[in-house]
């Protein structure tokens, strides 16, 4: 035989052995994973009609909160005012807020006022039957564990599901005793179900359970979920092209009331079909090439060579020394492809070395735009995922009357001015192992606890408020000009991370943020106001004037106090002043 068929079988055989197993490994394979996607993807849309029903559900309950804890509805229960319902409980009023049902309950479990509404044909209806007989005193509905408990759930009424909540009636501050119950429903009636099913874009339908009787098929279902204690939905293939989901809904008692169907197609399911028979064709193919290029290729004396040529090239990548030539020998194309190497290898050589010196720069000026983990994170992944600090403490900084400076001042020595007094203030983040956020203008931001958490935040914050007014302080007496500084600081909750592609900056984002920005804006000159939050951590070290309440954009009266100096008796505070010392101007 041969040496070129004994060639072509050696390397036929094994490698459509080879193709055999690894077209059945991945078959089997592709099969389970687009079968576990499948399913997924099936719980994942039966979710979704769950969430956009708890959504309908939230929003009756906040409206039913909104009524129940008001003092007008408070005092509708004992006066039954009939001015309450003309103005708030008219036709409109039903056909804005969608309700079928709206009942007031005393604590004795009379209905004061209840009514049912049609919204369809805009017609006030006779409160159900079925729901008065579940309104009395010793009712779960009318039981509330505290004041701020409620009900809420589906419930069966004159046949039909609603969305009922039950809330306690408070005055407008939420503060009782109550004086009974607010009741308000909406029905799922065909055009809800349909408006739901539009919402989520899938092909769904509501059975109501204990009303009549469900078909033959859905009732191995029912036992199937009731059943079952590790999931509530259950996915059923149909066909080869049909997937059911089913999941049941409890009531307002915690009782399964109605069970969802939805009809999903198998769109994954065939897409691993397709994705099955493309892996067997291109195996197939791929054996096909692979054989009929060593045919046309192996040869004894340029097997070798190449062989030779393969393992010098292997060894050069393995250990990475660039230095390194493989041997030439011959005068054919292999020599010129030896010699071809060895140029590419005195190329890489060069260009492995600037690609080193550009890396190294690179990477000290995103250490200078980024906090060090953070850099480390892009370098290595490219991405960088926010993180949540559960406290922070957050500086903001104005400089006061840096404005009226732009008048005597040239452009160039006013942003000299504003580089030297933000140089310093960046020794002394730096000192204090801070993060620098960002300038805008004249404002300075600064950070402590992220991204490496720290226990003493809000005091390594403190000492950076105290020195910056050291630092502004001495700029203002080395240059004649009137510099004061105005600082804000809060403390709390934050998110921090680095967003977008381009010109990467690492900032703050939550309320805590939006809190120490309005401290600086209602500050004064020369002055550092803090929160309560900071207030409280930094009481026991440092010495504070309480200015009292003030009100603050977005969240109405805040308690905040002047930040004085430390505590002589804090031995914190005073090694701190021993080891940071402002920078000079």
């Known amino acids: 035989m041969k040496l070129r068929h004994k060639t072509l079988l050696l390397t036929t055989l094994p490698l459509l052995g080879l193709m055999a197993i690894l077209y ?15 399913q997924q993807d099936a719980h994942r849309n039966l979710q979704r009609v769950d969430e956009v029903l708890a959504g309908d559900l939230a929003q009756i309950q906040s409206l039913t909160e909104d009524w129940a804890a008001w003092n007008d509805t408070y005092a509708f229960i004992q ?21 079928n049902v709206v009942a ?68 407008s501050d939420a503060t009782g005793p109550s004086r009974g119950a607010l009741l308000m429903g909406r029905t799922l009636s065909a055009s809800v179900v349909e408006s739901l099913a539009q919402r989520t874009r899938l092909d769904l339908q509501l059975h109501p359970l204990g009303q009549g009787e469900l078909s033959e098929s859905l009732r191995p279902i029912l036992t199937t979920l009731s059943d079952r204690t590790d999931s509530a939905t259950l996915v059923r293939p149909q066909n080869d092209d049909t997937l059911m989901g089913y999941t049941l809904w409890p009531d307002v008692y915690g009782t399964p009331q109605a069970l969802l169907e939805v009809k999903l197609p198998r769109d994954i399911h065939r897409q691993g079909l397709i994705s099955r028979h493309y892996l067997g064709w291109s195996l197939l193919g791929s054996c096909l090439v692979f054989t009929s290029g060593m045919l046309l290729l192996l040869d004894r004396v340029i097997l070798r060579r190449l062989l030779g040529l393969s393992q010098q090239v292997q060894h050069i990548g393995r250990s990475n020394d660039l230095t390194q030539r493989v041997s030439v020998q011959g005068t054919d194309e292999l020599n010129h492809l030896g010699c071809q190497i060895n140029d590419m290898l005195s190329e890489l050589q060069i260009s492995n070395q600037k690609l080193a010196q550009e890396q190294q720069k690179a990477e000290q000026l995103l250490l200078n735009i980024l906090p060090a983990p953070i850099a480390g994170e892009l370098m290595q992944t490219k991405v960088s995922v926010p993180q949540h600090f559960d406290e922070v403490t957050i500086l903001f900084a104005d400089i006061v009357g840096f404005t009226s400076l732009s008048h005597h001042l040239s452009p160039i020595k006013l942003v000299d001015l504003l580089n030297q007094i933000f140089s310093a203030f960046d020794s002394l983040a730096e000192q204090l192992d801070l993060e620098k956020i960002k300038t805008i203008g004249d404002a300075y931001m600064v950070a402590a606890g992220l991204p490496t958490p720290r226990a003493d935040h809000a005091e390594a914050i403190a000492e950076m408020a105290l020195a910056m007014q050291q630092v502004t302080a001495s700029f203002q007496a080395e240059s004649g000009e009137p510099l004061e500084i105005r600082i804000g600081i809060n403390t709390g909750v934050a998110v921090a991370g680095v967003i977008g592609t381009k010109k990467f900056i690492y900032d703050l984002w939550g309320d805590a943020v939006n809190v120490a920005s309005r401290m600086e804006t209602s500050s004064e000159p020369g002055q550092i106001q803090v929160t309560a939050a900071t207030y409280e951590r930094l ?18 009266e805040m308690e905040t106090y002047w930040l004085r100096g430390h505590r002589p008796e804090a031995l914190f505070c005073a090694l701190r002043r021993e080891s940071i010392q402002p920078t000079a101007p």
């Open 79 to 99: 006066n039954g005012n009939p001015d309450y319902l003309e103005s708030n409980l008219s036709k409109y009023a039903f056909e804005r807020l969608q309700l």
């Open 104 to 171: 007031f309950i005393n604590p004795d479990g009379e209905i004061v006022y209840g009514t049912g509404f049609d919204v369809d044909n805009r017609t006030f209806l006779p409160l159900p039957s079925n729901l008065t007989q579940q309104l009395n005193p010793t009712s779960p509905l009318m039981q509330f564990e505290h004041l701020a408990s409620h009900h809420q759930g589906l419930m069966m009424v004159d046949g039909h599901l609603m969305l009922v909540v039950v809330e306690p009636i408070l005055r």
């Open 539 to 556: 009481k026991d070290s440092y010495r504070f004037e309480r200015r009292g309440c003030i009100a603050i954009k977005g969240r109405g």
């Open 24 to 38: 059945g490994s991945f078959s089997v394979i592709l099969q389970r994973s687009y079968g576990r996607f499948e």
